[in-house]
């Protein structure tokens, strides 16, 4: 299990380390889980750790692997970007959001070292189960090192809706480092449908909303809601075993949280002004105790809330305070566990008023400790809690006349009201414990999970159709990885029979133009499709001809012939375990497809430097590095040719474009056609794409050319 804190903070007291659990719903929630379970933490100590010390774990029923981070680490990766980003940004909060790229690549780098532990410690076979915001790129990392591991991740705040997620700078990588896992769990359905949105329209990713899955390249990743519960037994036993709190003569509401500006604390203390002035009769009789437990204190943000906290409950008590009775009761501080099960025992109603929060667990605690006379939960909307809380009193925490007359009925109701609202929140709570949502989670993780359906005609006429109208189409497709699976070696590259039916039947028609595009050599490249109807654009656009286009080489490649040659020889000697030189012309292909992991990054680096010393450009390709003139020429500028020659300098006005590739190179053609035409990326989806959609596999593109082949033309 990885999670940004271990269950122990440490500290350092005359050289020796000291612990003390950690704050927060996750530690809460997560500690009896693994205590139960077994297994390895691994996470940050919350101190900078000395070189070779170790944490002792022997008291322990799991093993602790800290995580180090500097002090310029937790600033960035910690108080920044999660708690300065993601944090707000998640609770839906844009205004207090601050993008900084600094911090993202801390973020990116410390994210890094979570898996690297994660890599390091995990036994094999194990399930890997990631928590919350401030690693959501260790499942894509932990995937790379260690593929066969089974990982699951729990977000423990709200998923935002697309329009607010969009607005970080890297929404994309945070959604494909999370896609690395088998699961993806949520709080509430709200959450998960937000992600699959975010997963459909900035990825270009296919979701199925009935099955909950999401197609990521070859992988569907299922995607579900787990409420998570509190260990009710353990705080209803504890509660039963406290002595009364000390709560004085007047009736006490209740308010129990992390000091933290989602949780609503001021809107709290002004709607309870508000009952006092709207409700008199409440005055010495009733007080808000507030316990706020000290959080992030290192960011700006926490720190004034704390300053407008103090103000306002100096305020409100200035206001009413008579001689022996003050109406606000705040102390900020932890509480231990059986002095907070004695107090939520006897409060007579809990305010539990979040502006938004992915579950709460205060609220679920306090009905768990209502085992005397009936008290009553005041629950804000905005919670995940209120989705299955319905028997509470709801209240939407921005109202304050909401929230005061909400506390008014709370005081004022009758006992069999109270007794039979917790009655049902306990019966539900006790059911839907911490076990059962741990066992639940688990279950899911190590099923076989469903399977999205094969691309079919309906969804791609959703894509194509609106898009396509009554126009003429251009097709250009990529031939190795979009029309033939990726095979060991260029020469095993046959087009299936299916393939070659469904791209003739695109060649055929006359309102579509069918171009091929590809880092093949133009002779070879013609020969593997052999259909003289089409286009071909050889080595990524360098070379062009077809019917109706004239032919085309690039003027500067007359510098370059002969060169190719003594290229391919200097290259050649570095070619070993397998690695082999594709001369092509004007461009050669380095291919390191079978060359072991661990001998490919000095030889690519090397690879590297020949091309460039003998004038080339290096790109990287699939598995390979290609060597190019370093002619300002690409496939994107290969297809404007072919759509100028063909169409007009106007062409955008009288033709509709789509272009399908898997390959790094095709991202030129992508870049350049955005915004202009549908756009389809082919396969694996670990990497970042310009294209407005992908395609699982050369399956799902032999689909779309099928329904290109037949479609129907539109009347108007
Ligand atoms: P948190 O934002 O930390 O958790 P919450 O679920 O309310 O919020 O948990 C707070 C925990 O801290 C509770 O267990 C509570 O008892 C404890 N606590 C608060 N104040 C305290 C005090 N003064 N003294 C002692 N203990 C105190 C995040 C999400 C939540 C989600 C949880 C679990 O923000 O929405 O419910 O994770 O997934």
Redesign the pocket.
Known sequence: MASNRLPFTYQRAAGKLDRRPS????V??LEPALTKQGGVWIGWPGIELRKGERLADDDLDYGLAPVRLTENDVQRYYHGFSNRTLWPLFHSLPDVTQFERRDWQVYADVNHRFADAVAKNAPESSLVWIH?YHLMLVPELVRRERPELRSAFFL???FPPYDVFRLCPWDRQLLRGVLACDLVGF?VPGYALNFLDCCERRLGLRVDRDKMVVEHGDRTIQVGDYP?G?EFGAFEATAMNQPSAPLGQERVVLG???L?Y??GIPERIRAFERLLELHPDHREKVVLLQ???P?RSQVAEYRELKREIDELVGQVNGRFATAGWSPIRY?Y?????ER?CALYRDAHAALVT?LR???????K?YVACQVEDPGVLILSRM???AETMREALQVNPFDLDETASAIHRALSMEEDERASRMASLRRRERRDDLDSWTSTFLTAAEAHHAELQPLTAAEIEGWLRPFIKQYPLCLFLDYDGTLTPLVDHPSKAKLGRPMRRALEACAERDDTDVSIVSGRALGDVRKQVGDDRLIYAGNHGLEIEGPGIEHFSHEDLVHYAGRADALAEELDAVASFGAWTEAKGPTLTFHYRAVPRSKRRAMIDKVRTIMTSAGYQARDAHEAVEARPPIGWDKGRAVLHVLRDRYGPAWSEHVRVIYVGDDLTDEDAFRFLAGLSLTFRVGSADTPTAATHRLANTTAVQALLEWIGKRRVAKD
């Not at 501080?333 to 566990?337: E, F, N």
Request: no cysteine.
């Open positions: 704050p927060g719903g996750l809460s929630a919350d423990h705040i709200p709080h998570i509190v129990v949280d992390r933290d989602t949780k316990l706020a437990v959080s102390l501080r932890s509480v231990p566990r907070l979040p929060d992915g579950m709460n667990l205060v609220a605690e919670a995940g809690a």
